[in-house]
Structure formats: structure tokens, C-alpha cells
């Protein structure tokens, strides 16, 4: 869900075989690439710790520094996902916020049921 001024725009889809992690992180990406104007600043506000907690705490950066290795050397899921995420991450100024999820917040409570209305238009 985009929200800009007085305008929102929501966008819902889904795939096959996928694990909610790809999910958070595709949804971050195609709200990201709706965006126009580069020279806005954006707040991407997420329920997903997966999401919030890799681009606050900077692991992504570790992970360039290692060939996309984790700690313990083993390849970083969903590689292709965060490198087109850091990608868009350098074409624009965002901020990331942690929601609580299913806490009453309402975008991430709309999110959510956009969520599950992709999975149902599978």
C-alpha cells in the first residue's frame, strides 16, 4: 500500500510455492518500484522483523562483504530479492519502521488483508 498525500494506492498479488519471508520482502520491492519521483523521501513501515531488523541492524551489508555467505558461511536465502531491494535502497532515501502486526494498526491491518487477498486470487 503506497499513500502519498491524499492519494493511496493499493497493490495485492501472490505466488506459488513461497515462503512469507520472499513475500515481505517482494511486497517492500514492488511498492518501491510504483515510485516516481526518486527525490522523495519514503517510509516503508512493515511488520516483518526479517525485513526491518536486516536493513536497520545492516546485515545486508555483512552479507555483501561475505559473497552473500551468513555467519556460519551458508548462502543468504532470498539473495536475489535483497539485491534487488538494496538496489532500490540506493536510488532512493528510505526509512524503515517496525509495526507491530496484527496489533490494530491500520495500514498494516489493510496490508494484511491484502495479503491474504493475494493468496486467494491464486
Known amino acids: 500500500m503506497l499513500i502519498y498525500q491524499d492519494k493511496t494506492k493499493e497493490l495485492s498479488g501472490g ?9 515481505e520482502l517482494t511486497s517492500c520491492i514492488k511498492a518501491l518500484e510504483q515510485i516516481k519521483i526518486a527525490s ?15 536493513i536497520q541492524q545492516g546485515w545486508y ?6 559473497g552473500w555467505k551468513n555467519s556460519k558461511k551458508q548462502p543468504i536465502e532470498n539473495k536475489d530479492l535483497w539485491q534487488r531491494l538494496i538496489e532500490l535502497m540506493l536510488k532512493y532515501k528510505i526509512t524503515f519502521h517496525k509495526v507491530e502486526g496484527h496489533k490494530g494498526v491500520h495500514f498494516n491491518e489493510r496490508a494484511d488483508y491484502l495479503a491474504r487477498k493475494g493468496i486467494d486470487d491464486l
Open 15 to 23: 505466488e506459488q510455492n513461497t515462503t512469507n519471508q520472499r513475500m
Open 40 to 54: 522523495l523521501p519514503i517510509e516503508v513501515h512493515s511488520d516483518s522483523a526479517y525485513l526491518v531488523n536486516c
Open 61 to 66: 551489508k555483512q552479507w555483501q562483504r561475505n
